[in-house]
């Protein structure tokens, strides 16, 4: 089986679930269902797309996304809610949702959905994983090597980042070895631009 071709669908409503794996299905996808999106995170599917309710108790499309990303999960997202309205459909696709889909579907509304957003479903996995890779990377750093890596990034020397932080000169450049290794930069452009991939 393709991985990349697999629906993973998160619903609250259990019929809800089984209806859109239902269409998936018929849509010639693999599908699998989770009631929440901590279930997702925590199963960490690494390809397919994400059919997300959009779902005020979770904090919708946004906070779905945002707990994704937290958790390493790089999916795109295709929105779904009966009767959307235009605002809930501009703050999904604002949010990153690769597109939002009135519910009920057919089969036929699902697969022509999924061909027209595959381009854009690539390329948002593609980021997606360039996002996760850098906040992994971030967050292995100690808190002044975090430090010294967000006064880099704001263009500051070492004389000036050790006079932000009251700490020598030498100080900071063992620190800031210690950051560029951890982070695999061969030099300080690098290291600022997995520091600014780090913010979505």
């Known amino acids: 089986m393709d ?3 697999t629906l993973h669908i998160v619903d609250p409503d259990a019929r809800q679930r089984a209806e859109l794996a239902r269409l998936a299905l018929a849509a010639g996808r693999h599908a699998e269902v989770y009631g929440t999106v901590g279930e997702v995170a925590d199963f960490r599917p690494e ?19 945002a707990h994704f990303t937290d958790r390493y999960v790089g999916l795109p997202v295709l929105a779904v809610a009966p009767w959307p309205d235009t605002a809930q459909v501009v703050a999904a696709i604002r949010a990153g949702a690769i597109d939002f889909l009135p519910l009920p579907l057919t089969a036929a509304v699902l697969r022509a959905a999924l061909v027209r957003v595959q381009p854009d479903a690539e390329a948002h996995a593609a980021a997606q994983r360039r996002l996760i890779d850098a906040r992994r990377r971030v967050r292995a750093l100690t808190r002044r090597e975090r430090e010294v890596l967000e006064w880099l990034t704001r263009g500051s020397s070492n004389k000036a980042i050790a006079r932000m932080l009251k700490i020598s000169p030498r100080t900071v450049e063992i620190h800031r070895a210690n950051m560029m290794a951890k982070l695999g930069a061969r030099h300080p452009a690098e290291a600022v631009r997995i520091c600014l991939e780090t913010q979505p």
């Open 3 to 5: 991985a990349s071709r």
């Open 47 to 65: 390809a397919g797309i994400a059919v997300v309710r959009d779902h005020a108790p979770w904090g919708g499309i946004r906070a779905a996304m």
